[in-house]
């Protein structure tokens, strides 16, 4: 048994990028569908049964520990500890929210770690509006319909192993609600030391207008933290293939 909760610096997330690895969060939406429960997340995202099913194997799999496979999760909602006896789980849960902290508390450092990912090769995951950031410079863009993507799954999956097949040193990060752990937990074996991916969740959304985007915080926290990047947005350099699902 396991599902016990530990803390490590910024310093050790960044230096995780050194090497090739996988790294999934499960917070609130995440775990209130592995749950079964019925309803939506906070981004209007359907709690769909199988998708509940698939998010629970993931962290009751004891092969997991075998692989370079980091799980992230708060775990302050309530009733966690409960689930995770019942559940069997079998991982541990780093407890920070590292990309959403950084690019909120620490702009340098957000900015740094964009500039050093936009040096690789990245395929992004995500809805059509990430086109206007200026803070990632994917190579592969693979666009997911804004809402109940896991309806697609077969095909972004396909999508995603695809582009891996044909090209070596990836960096895939997603930003593709809960769909994205049970993509990250299919293709983890194939992917071991040979590719990253990396939940990033909505933390773009922060710096895009956008009347589809569900903002996580108040316009007035928001708009301090715009504050702090003012002038300091990247410039996109590279071409990109676009591949839309629908």
């Known amino acids: ?76 909602w309530g009733g966690e500890k409960e689930d995770i006896k019942n559940w069997g789980v079998c991982v541990d849960f780093v407890e920070r929210d590292y990309i959403h902290a950084i690019s909120r508390k620490y702009p340098n450092i957000f900015i740094d770690l964009m500039k050093i990912l936009n040096s690789r090769k990245i395929l992004l995951v995500g809805p059509y509006w990430l086109e206007e950031s ?23 999956i396909n999508g995603i192993r695809n582009i ?14 809960m769909m994205t752990n049970c993509i990250i937990y299919d293709l983890y074996k194939e992917v071991d030391k040979k590719h990253t991916l990396v939940d990033f969740g909505s933390v773009f959304d922060l710096f895009i207008d956008n009347k589809n985007i569900k903002y996580r ?10 504050l702090k990047y003012k002038k300091n947005e990247l410039v996109k350099k590279k071409e990109c293939l676009k591949i839309v699902i629908n």
């Open 217 to 226: 915080l108040n316009s007035n926290d928001r708009s301090k933290i715009l």
């Open 1 to 76: 048994m396991s599902g016990k909760l530990y803390r490590r610096d910024i310093d050790w997330f960044l230096k995780l990028f050194d090497n090739h690895f996988c790294f999934s969060r499960y917070n609130d939406g995440e775990w209130f569908c592995m749950r079964i429960l019925s309803g939506k997340n906070c981004d209007n995202h359907t709690f769909f049964p199988e998708m509940g099913k698939k998010l629970k194997n993931s962290i009751t799999d004891n092969e997991v520990n075998n692989y370079n496979f980091i799980f992230q999760s708060s775990m302050y």
């Open 164 to 177: 891996l097949n044909e090209n070596t040193d990836m960096t895939v990060i997603f930003c593709s609600s």
């Open 134 to 156: 200026n803070f990632i410079d994917p190579d592969f863009f693979i666009i997911i319909p804004k809402k109940d993507c896991f309806l697609y799954y077969d095909k972004i």
